[in-house]
């Protein structure tokens, strides 16, 4: 077995995403890198390697800990890196907007300010 392993076969293997061909298709849009450097699908990646992951639900920084070809298991597909994914930002709480009940006519030039204030077009 040589060195390194392909890195589409590694993200599909440790679960980074669903399936070989989406990993394979990922690399070729760019969506992978390997040190900071794009990677195409037939790169091998090695132990100590940082990969950068864009997927649907965000973007996956991992380093790799050890080398893995099959898919395999979650708790043992999670062994084999490290996750280095900052957590995302807290939501910002957003004030309620008001809501007019149904039937109660066209609002007044009173009602339109203080529902433009609540939205935050208006101070």
Same mark, same amino acid.
């Given at each position: 077995?040589?060195?390194?392993?392909?890195?589409?076969?590694?993200?599909?293997?440790?679960? &980074?995403?669903?399936?070989?061909?989406?990993?394979? @298709?990922?690399? !070729?849009?760019?969506?992978? /890198? =390997?040190?900071?450097?794009? #990677?195409?699908?037939?790169?091998?990646?090695?132990?100590?390697?940082?990969?950068?992951? &864009?997927?649907?639900?965000?973007?996956?920084?991992? @380093?790799?800990? !050890?080398?893995?070809?099959? /898919? =395999?298991?979650?708790?043992? #597909?999670?062994?084999?890196?490290?996750?280095?994914?900052?957590?995302?930002?807290?939501?910002?709480?957003?004030?309620?907007?008001?809501?007019?009940?149904?039937?109660?006519?066209?609002?007044?030039?009173?009602?339109?300010?203080?529902?433009?204030?609540?939205?935050?077009?208006?101070?």
């Amino acid at each position: 077995m040589s060195a390194g392993v392909r890195i589409d076969a590694w993200i599909c293997a440790v679960r &980074l995403v669903k399936t070989r061909s989406a990993a394979s @298709t990922a690399c !070729k849009a760019g969506h992978v /890198r =390997v040190n900071g450097e794009r #990677a195409k699908p037939s790169q091998s990646v090695i132990v100590g390697d940082h990969v950068r992951v &864009l997927t649907p639900g965000g973007e996956k920084l991992v @380093t790799v800990e !050890k080398l893995i070809v099959k /898919r =395999v298991g979650a708790p043992q #597909a999670a062994e084999c890196y490290t996750d280095q994914t900052p957590p995302p930002p807290p939501k910002e709480e957003r004030a309620v907007i008001g809501i007019r009940e149904r039937g109660a006519g066209r609002p007044t030039k009173r009602d339109r300010r203080e529902l433009d204030r609540l939205q935050g077009r208006r101070e």
